[in-house]
């Protein structure tokens, strides 16, 4: 008899420390949610440009900061894709990789002593539409990962 009062109080005290555990682990989840979707928001090209266009720079020293504050924001963020599925991280990895191509790509049609507005006008015009897929389709695994949540 003991045994079995000991054994239930054990499973007991267990699932109620696996619901607290779940409940941080998705509190964790959410705001990686947000931190990913800001980290989207905030390199989409024109948000990028807008954001860190410098008056005072040529096109080499742009090219230079935008890349490097790329790298500074995902690397931010990198701990978030303990908490989101690989398939959303690997689209948020595309988003960047197919900015930073942009951006390069741009770069190498730009004279280096440009005014970078110049460069920034560039990587705006030539954002194609597969650049943007790129974001949305991240910023979308994010929300669908979302709404399994919510679907249970």
């Not at 619901?19 to 989409?44: G, H, P, S, V, W």
């Not at 995902?74 to 942009?102: D, P």
Request: proline share 3%.
């Amino acid at each position: 008899m003991v045994y079995f009062f000991l054994n239930h109080d054990y499973k007991r005290r267990r699932l109620e420390m696996l619901a607290k555990d779940n409940a941080e682990i998705l509190k964790l989840r959410f705001q990686a949610y947000e931190r990913l979707t800001l980290l989207l928001e905030r390199l989409m090209p024109e948000a990028l440009i807008l954001r860190e266009q410098r008056h005072d720079m040529n096109c080499q020293a742009f090219h230079s900061l935008l890349l490097r504050t790329i790298r500074q924001e995902f690397n931010h963020n990198l701990a978030m894709q303990v908490y989101v599925t690989i398939h959303t991280w690997g689209k948020v990895s595309i988003a960047r990789e197919k900015l930073i191509k942009l951006i390069n790509t741009s770069a190498s049609r730009s004279k280096p002593d440009m005014p970078a507005l110049l460069l920034g006008k560039t990587i705006i015009e030539e954002a194609t539409p597969e650049v943007t897929y790129h974001f949305n389709d991240a910023l979308n695994a994010i929300k669908s990962e979302i709404e399994s949540y919510y679907s249970r």
